[in-house]
């Protein structure tokens, strides 16, 4: 199985990296839908998509707006959108009012279940954020592997055993360490508390995107400040395909 980061950058994109979206090409699941999810058609290999939102800001929702065409062409038979009520209602409200972006794709939306059937043996299930707004984690769990996908969120180790025991987790990891201010404000995460929460949750593997950008150079949040407190860490980049 292939995971592939589509985008992993936050806020805005730039040059470097669009915002988030993280894809499961042969299960058909998507994890947000950022700026970085017009790469999605070209790698779709089913029929119907889900896609997990972990909130409604702009930059995880942005591109469900660009699934009008592939739509129109038929090119899938059904896409479900799922999350929380709460930005399920904002998506449709907001983003597909009529002033807005007035021609609807046709999107099914579907209220979180507390456990989801996915990928055959797998099981799908989430956990609430501490980020302003809220936010959601997610986690899946098929036999003898597990990945958790956590953004928009305070390292605050208040999730810890929901990522418990994880092979692999995808964290955001916004800022560098100096940062703890903003990083408090915004409702983001910086590199020692990273490092520190893979490292209590026992996890196999770490992978940190949603990155700052305004910084598009090659370490831009400091990756051995946090490999001192897990060695087995990746910055992540867009495309960047993940063995699983």
């Known amino acids: 199985m292939k995971i592939v980061l589509l985008g992993t950058g936050g806020y805005h994109p730039n040059e470097r990296r669009h915002t988030a979206c993280?894809?499961?090409?042969?299960?058909?699941l998507i994890f947000d839908a950022g700026t970085s999810f017009f790469r999605v058609p070209?790698?779709?290999?089913?029929?119907e998509l889900d896609i997990f939102l972990?909130?409604?800001?702009?930059?995880?929702?942005?591109?469900?707006?660009?699934?009008?065409?592939?739509?129109?062409?038929?090119?899938?038979?059904?896409?479900?959108?799922?999350?929380a009520p709460q930005y399920l209602e904002a998506v449709q409200k907001h983003l597909f009012s009529e002033l807005v972006f007035p021609i609807l794709p046709?999107?099914?939306?579907?209220?979180?279940?507390?456990?989801?059937?996915?990928?055959g043996a797998g099981v799908l299930t989430h956990c609430r954020l501490n980020?302003?707004?809220?936010?959601?984690?997610?986690?899946?769990?098929?036999?003898?592997?597990?990945?958790?996908?956590i953004t928009d969120t305070i390292a605050d180790r208040t999730y810890i055993d929901f990522i418990r025991g994880v092979d692999l987790l995808?964290?955001?990891?916004?800022?560098?360490?100096?940062?703890?201010?903003?990083?408090?404000?915004?409702?983001?995460?910086y590199a020692t508390a990273v490092g520190?929460?893979?490292?209590?949750?026992?996890?196999?593997?770490?992978?940190?995107a949603h990155i700052d950008p305004q910084h598009?150079?090659?370490?831009?949040?400091?990756?051995?400040?946090?490999?001192?407190?897990?060695?087995?860490?990746t910055l992540g980049e867009d495309l960047m395909e993940l063995d699983f």
């Open 42 to 47: 070209q790698r779709m290999q089913t029929r």
């Open 196 to 208: 520190e929460t893979a490292r209590e949750a026992g996890v196999g593997r770490l992978v940190v």
């Open 22 to 28: 993280v894809m499961i090409p042969e299960l058909g």
């Open 54 to 83: 972990s909130h409604a800001h702009l930059d995880h929702i942005a591109g469900l707006t660009f699934f009008l065409v592939p739509m129109l062409k038929k090119q899938v038979d059904r896409v479900r959108v799922h999350s």
């Open 216 to 233: 598009p150079e090659d370490d831009p949040i400091g990756i051995e400040t946090i490999r001192r407190y897990f060695p087995n860490v």
């Open 170 to 189: 995808i964290h955001e990891c916004n800022f560098p360490d100096g940062h703890l201010t903003l990083a408090t404000e915004s409702g983001h995460s």
């Open 106 to 119: 046709g999107f099914e939306y579907v209220e979180l279940a507390d456990r989801i059937p996915v990928g």
């Open 131 to 149: 980020h302003p707004g809220g936010s959601l984690g997610y986690r899946i769990d098929w036999p003898g592997k597990s990945l958790a996908y």
